[in-house]
């Protein structure tokens, strides 16, 4: 079993910088490919980011390209996304996942275990 919880969220200006936090406890995550999605209102969920296990190969959505960031910190168990040039849209719920294997996917059907999310807002 693996318990994943986010943090860092918040309300910020369009053009600030955030950076989430997704701590992985339960069993060591390391080996394992890490991603991130959101979900705006109104709309599914997408896939945003991902960092492969082992290699730490990653994986961005058009639309971040150039401006986020993910990472792993294996001693720590955690997962970071740090997101620069925030613009409206990027407002959304903003959940890690783990993936099933360790090779980076962006469909959400290869994730296994799900944060509860935390809030971005980004104000015009």
């Known amino acids: 079993q693996v318990h994943l919880v986010e943090s860092g969220g918040g309300l910020v200006q369009a053009g600030d910088s955030l950076r989430l936090s997704c701590e992985a406890s339960g069993r060591t995550v390391s080996g394992y490919a890490m991603g991130w999605f959101r979900r705006a209102p109104g709309k599914e969920r997408e896939f945003v980011a991902v960092i492969s296990g082992i290699s730490s190969n990653t994986l961005y959505v058009d639309s971040v390209k150039g401006r986020f960031t993910i990472s792993r910190d294996n001693a720590k168990n955690t997962v970071y996304l740090q997101m620069n040039s925030l613009k409206p849209e990027d407002t959304a719920v903003y959940y890690c996942?783990?993936?099933?294997?360790?090779?980076?996917?962006?469909?959400?059907?290869?994730?296994?275990?799900w944060g509860q999310g935390t809030q971005v807002t980004v104000s015009s």
């Open positions: 996942a783990k993936a099933r294997g360790q090779i980076g996917k962006v469909r959400s059907n290869e994730y296994d275990y």
